[in-house]
């Protein structure tokens, strides 16, 4: 039975606790700033309370790290160091160059390095890419994405907010729908981009416009932001090739229009509705995690993933700072 240690005890390690209950591996010891919230959540899952790290490193043969993102290096190094397989929410790291240390430092010892894009395991979104990797819209040539929230409350001493440790909303909002960009459409040679921050930067909330050119020639228009009063969430995907087109509406997780190019006068088309939401993708995501460690499965997302989009998140940043297109 593998043995998982958690860190980090806020929205994404409830989360990532309850979904790790769904799987054979039993979770041992949470380790989290507050002391109040790793005691609950030990005590929900009988877990034991580990004091530091260390302490957690010592009792564990896979840690998940669900903790701010500028503490991911070194969290990484020093589980990597003890011989554990490794979880690490998205972004993988602060910076691309923590990212690459991270990454060689996890190959040496010869452990597993998940980085945890979620959107991959929504349904919706994993059929989509299905379809474009079998060939059902034909050759890809634009595709269209939006994550557009309200400012998240959820954050410990609002740590989102501090760009020193979270990098922004580009780098943690939209990072999710570059990974997916990339992933459907291929590698990415250059990016435009424009925000709110980089203009205005004592604006209160960040929106952000980003054009992606892919190496095959398709092109990404990604929108992101925290505009959007409390309590509000929108996403969509919108993939156009030259066969046909793939759309998920934003507001919620409904049937995926697919509307297929016809023989003859093209009046005619199709719909294939997707299934319910029957798991949490995270849990579907904690699964496949396990799976990978405890059966060596393929991994649907691998460390070279993760570094990809944190390249493409850095791109976008510095577009928007100077206004220029910037190489990936």
Known sequence: ?????????????????????QTPARLVAVCAKSQDQTSQLAQQYGSQVAGSLDALLDAVDVVDICTPTHLHHEMVLAAAAAG???VCEKPLARTPKQAEEMVAAC??????????????????????????????IGRVGVV????????????????????????GMMLDLMIHDFDYARWVTGEVESVFARSVASQQPD??????????????????????????????????????????LIEHPAGGSVPLGIYLKQ????????????????????TTEIKHFYE?????????????????????????????KTGQRVTV
């Open 1 to 21: 039975m593998l043995r998982v240690g958690l860190v980090g005890a806020g929205l994404m390690g409830t989360l990532h606790a309850a979904s790790w209950a």
């Open 84 to 86: 554990k397989h490794i």
């Open 107 to 136: 190959e040496r010892a010869g452990v597993r390095l998940l980085v945890a894009h979620v959107v991959r395991f929504f349904p919706e979104y994993a059929q989509a890419k299905d379809m474009v990797d079998h060939g059902e």
């Open 144 to 167: 269209r994405l939006k994550r557009v929230s309200s400012r998240p409350g959820w954050a410990t001493d609002d740590w989102l907010f501090d760009v020193e440790k979270s990098g």
């Open 203 to 244: 604006a209160p909330t960040d929106y952000a416009l980003v054009i992606m050119r892919h190496t095959n020639g398709a092109l990404s228009h990604v929108e992101g932001g925290w505009p959007y009063p409390v309590g509000m969430f929108r996403t969509s995907l919108e993939i156009a090739g030259d066969q046909g």
């Open 263 to 282: 023989p003859g006068d093209g009046r005619k088309g199709g719909e294939v509705p997707a299934s319910p939401l029957l798991e949490n993708p995270y």
């Open 292 to 320: 990978v460690i405890a059966h060596d499965a393929a991994p649907r997302v691998t460390p070279g993933d993760g570094l990809a989009a944190l390249k493409i998140a850095f791109a976008a940043i510095e577009s928007a």
